[in-house]
């Protein structure tokens, strides 16, 4: 799978030939500080002071090869994929083979970093459910108002909680209906593509 890039990301790269091989090194390491620790404008304005140019040069360039580097690693391209996908830049051969190390050596904990960022949803423990059918009021002698009640008990790090929802027996066959539609999109030839590719 190939790492497509926008031109603005093109853009962003397009500074690193213009320095040395040590420089490119150096930026990868605060690409790296930049995933651990947040953003940092003095390294930026540092770098920029013994390079001659601007700060933002030097954030955007930082920035492009953490994009390079988290969505590569993200999709867990291979080393062949990795180079093919960076052919597109034009860079030297001798560039190439240094974010191709970058990227090899900083794979395995870019993902760490990013599966701590992702966000710690909820999951499913249990389901308890009741009908009600309200048959007549005093202003009405027939009526039928039928209502389910859903509690759903969740796990979220650990601790459990419990979401009670209400709804009318239509809304709920038609959840059901959009449910087992998105169940037969991931048996599709495309959803399993991308989830294997996720992994």
């Known amino acids: 799978m190939l790492l497509v890039l926008s031109e603005e990301h093109k853009e962003h790269l397009g500074f690193l030939p213009q320095v040395e091989s ?9 690409a790296m500080e930049f995933l651990r620790k947040g953003t ?44 093919d996908s960076i052919l597109v830049l034009g860079f030297p051969e001798e560039l190439n083979a240094l974010l191709l190390h970058l990227y090899l ?34 202003s009405l002698r027939q009526q039928i108002k039928p209502v389910v009640t859903l509690k759903l008990h969740l796990n979220q790090n650990g601790n459990q909680n419990t979401q009670i929802l209400q709804t009318d027996p239509a809304t709920l ?25 996720i992994k």
């Open 40 to 83: 940092n404008p003095k390294i930026y304005e540092g770098a920029a002071r013994k390079l001659s140019v601007s700060s933002e040069t030097i954030q955007h360039g930082v920035e492009g090869l953490t994009y390079l580097l988290t969505e590569s690693a993200k999709l867990m391209i291979s080393e062949i994929d990795f180079q």
């Open 22 to 30: 040590s420089v490119v090194s150096e930026f990868g390491r605060i």
């Open 105 to 138: 050596d900083n794979r395995k904990e870019i993902r760490s970093i990013l599966s701590e960022l992702a966000p710690k949803l909820p999951s499913y423990h249990n389901l308890e459910w009741r009908l009600d059918v309200q048959l007549a009021s005093r």
């Open 173 to 197: 066959i038609h959840l059901i209906q959009q449910l087992e539609q998105a169940l037969g999109e991931m048996k599709t030839n495309h959803c399993r593509r991308i989830v294997r590719n």
